[in-house]
């Protein structure tokens, strides 16, 4: 898959991006490059990936999803990661997978009012 | 209810299980012929052996006398009945042959007739319809090898019924289990967006997947942000209990939501501690009461004393 194929929507200061096909180990990478391309040109201070559409998740894509949103951090940005389905939540954590260090939220309505609270606090900081 | 086809496929009724079943029970086409030519004398003496079937067995027994409650019911069994018997003379033994036999299976097996009942009720048809038989025919070579050939497509017939109970009872059992599985992780809502599971009895590695995935499926369901555990009914709580636990919570976090574990008595706070499980990643409260509050105060709510 080349990149810009998943859309990257920008919402003030938080990218929402919304991934509906399957991901392959390149279109991951793909995806990776243009999520960091973006807050490095909007500025974001919050990045949003729903993954409601994914009935797999193997450990290469979610190891990509995690490393994506410590890059985004080192970035500035906070990455929330929403809608994961049963099935895909089981199965990582059966694989010993548990993507630490990443903030997760059931949908991208609670996905908003996480990085909504998480700014709070930084900025009291 | 499964359907007289899906136990075809079950009990793997195919045109090759026939060709075996036919040479074990040696159930050659001279004999379906033999049968076939039967067909005369079965039409002849059916009613009478039909009629005496059931007033000298079935009727005078007080508990199959139990299956025929009215007047009726009896008349359309008898009408059965007749088909069932004449059918032994079709010269047939294909696979819709089995098919039919196979629902008589069922139908015995739906409304309580124990195989004791099948098996009794044919070995006294199979009298009566020897006596007719040798009644006809006297003592000959013929008449010895019609009630053969008799027998023969008779204990083709008891196969198939018995496997069909025996399918039957196996798939109630199969929905008894479905059924205590489910009662085994009642996942209960709360209060909006909490839930609550409270795990009674021992956990082995099959429940303790089966509680993961009830639990991820009603939190999504419900978009739960709390789930309690409880396990104050667990008589036993080990590493490999404590491991699942531990996986269910991580799972749950991943869907966005958080575990809340109460019911912990000191003894399984004494082994969780002595066996090295780390369990600070979880909330952990001692009382379900005090659980409720964290799950409440986790989703911006509390208990108050009303005022005034």
Redesign the interface.
């Known amino acids: 898959m080349q990149s810009g194929q998943i859309p990257i929507l920008r919402i003030g200061t938080t990218l929402l991006a919304s991934i509906q096909v399957e991901l392959r180990d390149t279109s991951a990478q793909a995806f990776q490059q243009d999520v960091l391309k973006a807050i490095e040109k909007s500025r974001s201070r919050g990045l949003i990936i729903d993954i409601t559409g994914l009935d797999m998740v193997d450990t290469f894509v979610a190891r990509i999803l995690t490393d994506t949103g410590r890059m985004a951090k080192l970035m500035g940005t906070e990455t929330?990661?929403?809608?994961?389905?049963?099935?895909?939540?089981?199965t990582?954590?059966?694989m010993g997978f548990?993507?630490q260090g990443v903030y997760?939220?059931?949908?991208v309505d609670?996905?908003l009012a996480l990085l909504a609270q998480l700014q709070s606090s930084q900025a009291r900081d | 209810m499964t359907s007289t086809l899906e136990y075809m496929n079950k009990l793997g009724f195919t045109e090759q299980e026939l060709a075996s079943r036919h040479a074990y029970f040696q159930l050659t086409g001279e004999d379906l012929a033999r049968l076939a030519g039967l067909r005369s004398f079965a039409e002849r003496h059916n009613d009478e052996i039909v009629e005496a079937f059931y007033q000298d067995l079935l009727l005078k027994h007080s508990e199959s006398r139990l299956f025929f409650t009215d007047q009726a019911a009896l008349h359309r069994a008898m009408t059965a009945q007749k088909r069932y018997f004449l059918e032994l003379f079709s010269g047939v033994a294909d696979l819709n042959y089995m098919e039919n036999r196979l629902r008589v299976g069922t139908t015995h097996q739906r409304i309580g007739v124990a195989p004791k009942w099948y098996l009794g009720a044919y070995a006294h048809y199979l009298r009566l319809i020897s006596e007719r038989l040798f009644g006809d025919m006297g003592y000959s070579a013929e008449s010895q090898q019609a009630i053969r050939s008799i027998q023969k497509i008779i204990f083709f017939d008891m196969a198939i019924a018995i496997e069909t109970y025996i399918a039957a009872g196996l798939d109630s059992l199969a929905r008894h289990q479905a059924a205590i599985r489910e009662l085994s992780t009642p996942v209960i809502q709360l209060y909006e967006r909490v839930l609550l599971l409270p795990l009674i009895g021992t956990i082995d590695t099959a429940r303790a997947?089966q509680v993961?995935?009830s639990v991820?499926?009603r939190?999504?369901e419900k978009?739960?942000?709390v789930i309690i555990l409880d396990i104050a009914g667990v008589p036993v709580v080990d590493t490999r209990v404590a491991n699942h636990l531990l996986?269910?919570t991580?799972?749950?976090?991943?869907?966005?939501?958080s575990t809340v574990l109460t019911g912990i008595s000191p003894q399984v706070a004494q082994t969780m501690v002595q066996l090295g499980v780390d369990l600070a990643k979880m909330y952990t409260r001692a009382s379900l009461e005090e659980g409720l509050e964290l799950a409440l105060s986790l989703t911006g709510r509390c208990i108050r004393p009303k005022e005034g």
């Open positions: 929330v990661l929403v809608g994961m389905r049963p099935e895909v939540a089981a990582l954590v059966r548990s993507m997760t939220a059931l949908n609670e996905g | 997947m993961m995935e991820l499926m939190v999504v978009q739960a942000k996986q269910t991580e799972a749950v976090r991943l869907l966005g939501a």
